[in-house]
C-alpha cells in the first residue's frame, strides 16, 4: 500500500522511519519532507496547505492513506476537501476534520469544550474588541502571573506567560489590535497553574481508541527553562512521575470525558489527540489539546513502539481499532535537539551539516533539512532531532549527547540540561 505523509519536520521523519518498517507499507511518499526523509521514501514537492496539490499527489501516486503530520492543514480543513470531492472520498485520512481540529484551532472553543464536559481545567475568560475593556479586571482578580493566549494557530507564539499586570494589560491590547494576525481576534486569559507538564497522545477511530508512550518536552530554549519559548529543545519518554495511579487519573478525569465529550457533541475525530497536562500535586489538569502528534515528543513516542505502527494508522482508516494492539518498549528514549544560532529569533539558513555518519546507537531525526547538491544542509530552526535508547533515562541521556557532539554546523546549539526536572 502506498501511504503520504503530510509535512517535513522530526515528526514527519519520526512516522517515516517507523511506517517503513511495516511489511503492509510498500512506498511512503512526504509532501515536502526533508533530508532524512529522502533516504525512506520520495519527497514531493507540495505544500500540505495547497489541498488541491495534495489532491493530485494521491491521484498521480496511487496513495490509499494519508497521514497528516501538522496542524495548520487539519484546522483548514485537509479532512473534508478529501470527503467533499468524488474520487478522494474513499482515501482515508489519519487526522480531524475541520470542527474536531477546533480543540487545537481555538483556544476558546478548546476552553468552553473542557468546562461544558467538565475536564479539569484552569479558569479562564475569553475576550474580543467588544469586551475588551473588561480584561483589566478579570486580570487583576488573578494571581500573578498571567496566562494571555490567543485564540488562533500563532505558529507557537500566541501563549505568553507574565508577571507584571501592566505587560499583561498591554499584551491583550496588542493581540486584539493585530499582532498575530486573524488569529488573535480573540484573547484568552487563563488562571495560571503551578505543576509539572507532561504530553499525553491517543490514536482513535471516533469510537475507540489507543493510548500511546507518554512525553515530557523542553520549550524554553535555556538552560532551567529560561529564556523565549520555542517549538521544543528535547524531550523524554517515558515520564517518571506518570505511574499507573497517575495515567488511570488521566484515562478516567481527562481522556474519557473528552471522547464522550466528542461523542455528545456529535464531532467524530480520527486521528491523533496531543493532551498538553500538567501535574498540580498528583491531579492533572488540561492545558491545551492539540491535534495531532506532538514535536518532539515524536522522536521519543514512536521509537519507543514496538509493534506496527501502520497497523494502527490501519485501524483508524477502517474503523475497527478496537481490534489492534499496540506493544511498547518499557525502556528510555530521549532526544537533544540541535538548533539553528538565533533560533528562536533570526537564523540562517542553507549550512552545511557534518558527521551524520559518525553516529551509533541512536537514530537521527531531521526536522529543518534538505538536500543542496550532494550535500544536506540546515532549512529551519530545529534542524535535527537525536534520539537514543537507554535502560534509565540518563543512558539515554548520555547516548543523545554523546552523538550530539559528533555533529555539527556552523553556529549550532542545543540545550544542555533535558530531563534536569526528572
Not at 500500500?1 to 503530510?6: A, C, K, Q, S
Not at 523542553?218 to 505511574?243: E, H
Not at 544542509?377 to 534542524?383: A, C, E, K, L, M
Not at 537525536?386 to 534509565?392: Q, Y
Amino acid at each position: 500500500m502506498n501511504i503520504l505523509i503530510l509535512g517535513s519536520g522530526g515528526r514527519e521523519h519520526a512516522l517515516t522511519w517507523k511506517l517503513s518498517q511495516s511489511k503492509k507499507v510498500s512506498r511512503i511518499f512526504i509532501g515536502p519532507g526533508n533530508a532524512g526523509t529522502a533516504e525512506l521514501g520520495t519527497n514531493l514537492p507540495i505544500n500540505p496547505e495547497d489541498f488541491e496539490s495534495v489532491g493530485r499527489a494521491v491521484r498521480d501516486n496511487d496513495i490509499k492513506i494519508v497521514i497528516v503530520g501538522p496542524e495548520a492543514p487539519l484546522v483548514s480543513g485537509i479532512h473534508d476537501y478529501f470527503l467533499a470531492d468524488g474520487f478522494l472520498k474513499s482515501i482515508p485520512v489519519i487526522g480531524p476534520s475541520k470542527s474536531a481540529a477546533r480543540l487545537e484551532g481555538s483556544k476558546d472553543f478548546a476552553k468552553d469544550f473542557l468546562t461544558r464536559h467538565g475536564i479539569p481545567t484552569a479558569a479562564y475568560k475569553t475576550f474580543d474588541k467588544s469586551n475588551a475593556s473588561l480584561a483589566p479586571a478579570f486580570l487583576r482578580s488573578l494571581e500573578p502571573p498571567y496566562v494571555i493566549k490567543a485564540d488562533g494557530l500563532a505558529a507557537g507564539k500566541g501563549v505568553l506567560i507574565i508577571k507584571d499586570i501592566a505587560e499583561a494589560e498591554r499584551e491583550v491590547n496588542d493581540i486584539l489590535g493585530g499582532k498575530f494576525g486573524t488569529a488573535g481576534q480573540k484573547v484568552v486569559i487563563e488562571q495560571f497553574l503551578s505543576g509539572i507538564e507532561l504530553s499525553v497522545f491517543v490514536i482513535t477511530d471516533g469510537h475507540s481508541y489507543i493510548l500511546l508512550p507518554e512525553a515530557k518536552d523542553y520549550k524554553r530554549v535555556g538552560a532551567g527553562d529560561t529564556g523565549l519559548n520555542t517549538g521544543g529543545m528535547g524531550a523524554v519518554s517515558p515520564v517518571s512521575f506518570a505511574g499507573k495511579e497517575f495515567m488511570a487519573r488521566v484515562k478516567e478525569r481527562i481522556i474519557d470525558p473528552t471522547m464522550k465529550g466528542l461523542a455528545e457533541d456529535g464531532i467524530v475525530y480520527k486521528g491523533f489527540i496531543f493532551f498538553g497536562l500538567i501535574n498540580v500535586g498528583g491531579d492533572p489538569f488540561v492545558i491545551e489539546y492539540n491535534a495531532r502528534l506532538g514535536d518532539p515528543e515524536s522522536e521519543v513516542v514512536i521509537p519507543r513502539i514496538r509493534s506496527d505502527l501502520f497497523e494502527l494508522i490501519e485501524g483508524v482508516a477502517e474503523g475497527n481499532l478496537s481490534e489492534r494492539e499496540i506493544v511498547t518498549d518499557p525502556g528510555f528514549f530521549t532526544t537533544v535537539m540541535l538548533v539553528s544560532g538565533g533560533y528562536p529569533g533570526s537564523y540562517e539558513k542553507g549550512i552545511e551539516i557534518s558527521g551524520l555518519g559518525k553516529t551509533s546507537d541512536c537514530v537521527v531525526f531531521h526536522a529543518g533539512t534538505k538536500i543542496s547538491g550532494n550535500k544536506v544542509v540546515t532549512s529551519g530552526g530545529r534542524v535535527l532531532a537525536v534520539s537514543s535508547p537507554g535502560g534509565t533515562m540518563k543512558e539515554a541521556l548520555e547516548g543523545s549527547y554523546r552523538n550530539a557532539r559528533l555533529l555539527s554546523f556552523d553556529k549550532m546549539y542545543f540545550r544542555p540540561d533535558i530531563g534536569f526536572d526528572l
